[in-house]
C-alpha cells in the first residue's frame, strides 16, 4: 500500500516541473525537490535559475529534447538529465540552448542521451562540471557529448565525457575556452571542430577515443598542455591537424597514439615543448603541409619519427630532442655536432606500402639504418634537425 | 628408438658446445632484461631479436657437426640391424630435447630472476629449435660432404634471417600499386624466422600500424587463435624438412 502510494505521489508530483517553470517569475531561482521527473520537452523561455536539490532526474523517455532553452541568463545546476530522443532529421539533445545568451549548465549528470548538451547560436555560455556519459553502438544513430554549433564565446570547463560519438564537437563557433575536460572512449573523435577560429584548448585529457582528436579548417588555435594518449587503431591519430593554419601546439603529450600528429594541409603551425612517447608514428607529415616549426620537442621511442611525401620541405626542425640520435657534442653545449635526420628510408617506405610493417623488427631494418648512416645520400630528402639536443629538455 | 634418443640426449648434454649455448643465451638475455627493465616492450622485441638470431644459427651447425661426426656409428648401429627410422629420429628427438633443453635454462633462468612473462618466446624458441634441427639433418643426409652441407646451411639460414625480407621489400616496392595483403601474408608462412617473429609481435598489436590492410594479420595471427594457427604451420615446418631427410637417409651409402 506504502509503495502504491509513494508510486502515484511520483507520478503526480512529476508532472509539474514544466508548471513550476510556467510559474517562476524572471531572474527567480526556482528550486526543484528529488525525484524522478518523467517529463521531457521541457521549454525555459524565461531567465530563471532551475536547481537541483538532491540531484533529481528529468527523464526525457527518448522523446525530443529533455529541456530546451530559448531564453538567455538561465542556469541548470545539479540535475540528473537523460534519455533525450532520436531523430534522423533532428537532432534532441539532454540541454539544448538555441538564440540564447549568457546561459549556464553546471554540476550536472548526463545520461543516455543522443546529444547531451547542444549549443545553436548561443554566446558567452558557461559548461562547467558536468559527467556526460552515454553508450553509443554506431556513428550513425549516436550524437555528440558537447554540440556547439554557431556559438560564440563559449567556456567549457572540467567536464568528463564519455562514449559518445565525438566528446566535443564544434562547428562556426570562434574563441571558446575548453579547459580540463576528460574525454575518453568516444566511437570518433575525442574533439572534433570545423571552422572555428581563436578556440583555445588547454590541459585537456583525450584517451582511448576511437579515432583520435580531429580539428579541421581553422586559424589562430591553441592547443596546450593537453594530453592525447592510446588512440590506437588503423586509421587512428592522436591530433588529426586538417587545413590548420596559425596555430600553436605547446606543451602537449602525445603517447601511445597510431599517428601522434597527422598534419594535412596544415601551415605556419608552431610545435613547441610538446613530448611524443611510444606511438607508431610521432610525425606524419603530408606534403601539402608548410612552413611548419617544431622546437624542442621530444620524440622518445616511436616506431617512426617523421615520414613525409613530399621532395622537398619547407618545415623547420630545431633543437628537439631525439631518443634516436646517434651524434656528438664536442663543446658541451647540449647541442649535438650533426644534423639529424628523422626520416628513414624504411619509415618512408612504410608509409607508401602499409604491408612492409611486417618486416618490423627484422634485421634488415637496421642494416638499412647502419648504412644511411654509411651513406648519408640513401636518406630520402633534406628534411633534417640542424641543432638536435642531446639531453631531454626539462 | 627411446634408448637412442635417450643415450643422444645424455651425449649431448655432456657436449662442451651445449653448455656454451646455454650459457650465452643465459648471459644475453639477462643484459637485454636487465637493461631493459624499465622498458619491457624494447626488451621484449630484443630478446625476440636475440633468440631469432642464435636459435636456429646454433640448431643448424650443431645438428650438422653431430649428426656428421656420429656417421661411423650409425653405421653400427646399422649393421647391428637397428632400423634406419630409428637411428635418424632417435638422433633427432635427443637432440632436440638436449638443444631445447638448453634453451628453456637459458633464457628461462635468467627470466626468473628477472620477472618477465616469455610463455611466446619459449614456445616459439622450441619450435625453431625443432625446425632448423630437421632442416640441418635434411641437408645433412642429403649432401654427403660435411664442408658443404655446412656452407649449405649458412646460406639457408642467412637466407632465411636476411635474404627473405630483403625479397619481401623489393616485392613490395615494385609491385606497391597492386593490393598485397594476401601475398604477403602467403609470404610470411613461408619463413619460419618471420612467422615467429610476426607471431610475437601481433601480440603487441602492431597491427594497427599497418592500416587496412593489418586487419588481416590480426584476424588470422592475433589471440589464442592466432597463436594456434603459427603453431601448426611452424610444426609443418619440423615435420617436412625431417620427413624428406628421413627419405634421402633410406637412400644414403656409407
Known sequence: MKWILCFFSLQLFSGNLQELIRNAKPFEIVNVDSGVYREGMIVIDKPIILKGIGRPVIDGSKQKNVIKITSSNVTIEGFEIRASGYSDIAEYAGVRIENANNCIVRNNIFKENVYSVYLAKAENCLIENNDIHTVSNREATSGNG????????????????????DGIYIEFSGDSWIKGNSVKHNIRYGLHFMYSHGNQYIENIFSENQTGVAVMYSKHVHMLKNRFEKSWGHASYGLLLKDITDSVISGNVFFGNTVAVLLDAANRNRFYNNTLEKNGWALRILGNSEENLFKRNQFISNFFEVTTNSEKSTNDFKNNFWSTYRGYDLDKDNVGDQPFRPMKIFGLWVAKFPE??????????????????????????NLLDSAPLIRRPS | MKTLAWFE?????????????????????????????????????????????????????????????????????????????????????????????????GIGFSAWIFWSDIFLLLLIGILLTAIFLSIAFFLSATIDRKELALGTLLIIWLFFFLIYDILIMQIALIFGDYPLEIPMFIMIFLNPIDLARILFTIQLDLS??????????????????????GVIALSIWVILPSFFGYIFFQEKDF
Open chain 1, 146 to 165: 558537447i554540440h556547439l554549433w554557431n556559438s560564440k564565446n563559449t567556456k567549457i570547463v572540467n567536464n568528463s565525457i564519455e562514449g559518445h560519438r
Open chain 2, 208 to 229: 594497427a600500424m599497418m592500416g587496412y590492410s593489418g586487419a588481416l594479420f590480426q584476424k588470422y595471427l592475433g589471440g589464442f587463435f592466432g597463436i594456434s594457427i
Open chain 1, 356 to 381: 612492409l610493417v611486417v618486416l618490423l623488427g627484422s634485421p634488415i631494418v637496421e642494416f638499412l639504418e647502419i648504412a644511411e648512416r654509411v651513406l648519408p645520400i640513401l636518406t630520402p630528402i
Open chain 2, 9 to 105: 640426449f645424455k651425449e649431448t648434454i655432456r657436449h662442451r658446445w651445449w653448455l656454451f649455448y646455454s650459457i650465452s643465451l643465459f648471459l644475453l638475455s639477462s643484459l637485454i632484461l636487465y637493461i631493459g627493465s624499465s622498458e619491457s616492450m624494447r626488451a621484449n622485441a630484443s630478446l625476440l631479436n636475440l633468440v631469432l638470431l642464435l636459435v636456429p644459427l646454433f640448431s643448424l651447425i650443431f645438428g650438422n657437426m653431430c649428426f656428421c661426426e656420429s656417421l661411423p656409428f650409425q653405421e653400427i648401429l646399422i649393421a647391428l640391424s637397428v632400423s634406419r627410422f630409428q637411428i635418424y629420429f632417435g638422433k633427432l628427438v635427443g637432440l632436440f630435447l638436449a638443444l631445447s633443453s638448453a634453451f628453456v635454462i
